[in-house]
């Protein structure tokens, strides 16, 4: 089984910067793709950022040229880099570990999440 503890979120101001890490560990050999989820209340959970073993990322529309995802396997670690902040980034980010880029399986394995509040 795979285990994934996420971190570095907290309250920032609108236009700074938060870097969230993710610990990965347990068995990966048949971990296709890494991502990053959020959800906000009354909201349903949606893709942040995405990325493959050979390191291709994807990103949605609203955070792309923003946020910035990248994994050190030395480290067993993911990262989401996200600068700009927006109110609207506020939600519960979760670590995502499966088979499909971007697309969340009842197979797939998750983090407990880590709050991200940006206030204007």
């Known amino acids: 089984q795979v285990q994934l503890v996420e971190s570095g979120g907290g309250s920032v101001q609108a236009g700074n910067s938060l870097r969230l890490s993710c610990a990965i560990s347990?068995?990966?050999?048949?971990?296709?793709?890494f991502g990053w989820y959020r959800q906000a209340p009354g909201k349903q959970r949606e893709l942040v950022a995405a990325?493959?073993?050979?390191?291709?990322?994807t990103y949605a529309d609203s955070e792309k040229g923003r946020f910035t995802i990248s994994r050190d396997n030395a480290k067993s670690t993911l990262y989401l880099q996200m600068d700009s902040l927006k109110p609207e980034d506020t939600a519960v980010y979760y670590c995502?570990?499966?088979?499909?880029?971007?697309?969340?399986?009842?197979?797939?394995?998750w983090g407990q999440g880590t709050q991200v509040t940006v206030s204007s």
């Open positions: 347990g068995n990966i050999v048949s971990v296709n793709a």
């Open positions: 990325i493959t073993r050979g390191g291709s990322p």
């Open positions: 995502n570990a499966g088979l499909l880029i971007g697309v969340p399986l009842e197979s797939d394995f």
